[in-house]
């Protein structure tokens, strides 16, 4: 079928809630994307965060191809040992103590919203409490999802949204402790905001909402579904603040591509929140999708991937400074290991429709910043070719 009949029948079909960009996908090979004209693109978006191994892996196919001619899905009801291998897996790499696997991001959200709820309730004995959530935060579209999500243009419409929910500001621990109150349950935050704009917590922010929690018997969340599985150089974000959470949530890298999320606790809430019927899932955690966590687990060891984003994402930061610092029109960097942004004082669409014509797939966070989240096997040799391909973009723009 031709690109155009494609695009043509995909906006007549879907419900129109992205303007997407007019190439049609077929089939990536290691960090490189190929369109249906077999024009090839640089890829430093990976999916949103997801494709952290990047595409083709011999390795992850296979398996998930061996596992779905034995078993793709049992339901919650029976044990499956896949599922079994993905948890212990999981929560060893997250430091946590118990793992719920989850279809998405937001249900990961919508799964740690509700660990922390029935915890205040064991604890006190009554509802109705409230939660602390970030400005400029995102943490997905569910109606609880959206409640926590610091962003009016994501919210207006679909008012009123669950209760009790109070917004502070990232490192601005002033604000947390002025939102806080007998009422609160719980903190939620991005240890690094992505769709808000890549802003990296402060690590004495981070310290100050722990300390603040545990003297309040608060549940504190952190939201890794961007940051974490190694992005930052580290398994998750918070072992870089040696800032532990209560309640992580997981999801985007954790599958390599399947969908897949998670919440994960520690042994302490586990005991004093959800209890059988509190909470469940059809799909979540069956044995396709635990293969996949599995596989991506064991790669993500074999090939020395947190190595590879320490060094490159070093390499990345330095280059960013560099254009950064060569073109007026960029204001900062910001980020950690391979979660990078450039603040412009401009909209970045145009840039970012120009670099995919020349062959980058890059993606933005907010209206003003181009965001770098690639495979987490790129190298050097990557990052230049990006680099040489935006410095070309940004010359013709100037
Ligand atoms: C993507 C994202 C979500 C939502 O995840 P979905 O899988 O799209 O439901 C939540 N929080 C953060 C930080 C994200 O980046």
Known sequence: MKKTEIIGQAEQVFVHTYNRYPIV????????????????????????????????????????????????????????????????????????????????????????????KKYAYTRHGHADFEIIAMEHSFHGRSIGALSVTG????????????????????????????????????????????????????????????????????????????????????????????????????????????????????ERIAKQSLAPGDHGTTYGGNPFVCAAVSTVLDLFERMDVLANVSRVGDYLSEKLDELCASDGRIQERRGIGLMQGLQFECPVGEIIQDCQNRGLILINAGANVIRFVPPLVITEQHVDEMIEILKESLRQKS
Request: proline share 3%.
């Open 151 to 266: 962003n009016e243009h994501y919210r207006e419409a679909f008012l009123p949204l669950m209760d009790g929910v109070r917004f502070a500001r990232l490192n601005d621990f002033e604000s947390v402790l002025q939102s806080v109150s007998e009422k609160t349950c719980a903190i939620i935050l991005e240890p690094i905001q992505g769709e808000g704009g890549i802003y990296p917590a402060c690590p004495e922010f981070l310290r100050q909402v722990r300390a603040l929690c545990d003297e309040r018997d608060l549940v504190l969340i952190f939201d890794e579904i961007q940051c974490g599985m190694g992005r930052t150089g580290t398994m998750f974000a918070w072992q870089q603040y040696g800032v532990r959470p209560d309640v992580l949530a997981m999801a985007k890298a954790i599958g390599g591509g399947v969908p897949v999320g998670a919440f994960a606790v520690t």
């Open 25 to 116: 996908l077929d089939h990536g090979e290691g960090v490189y994307l190929y369109d249906t004209d077999g024009k090839r693109y640089l890829d430093f978006a990976a999916g949103i965060a997801v494709m952290a191994l990047g595409y083709g892996v011999k390795e992850y196919n296979d398996a998930l191809k061996s596992q779905i001619d034995r078993l793709i899905h049992t339901s919650n009801y029976y044990y499956s040992e896949p599922a079994m291998t993905a948890g212990r897996k999981l929560a060893a790499a997250s430091k946590m103590d118990r793992v719920f696997f989850t279809n998405s991001g937001t249900e990961a959200i919508e799964g740690a919203i509700k660990a922390a």
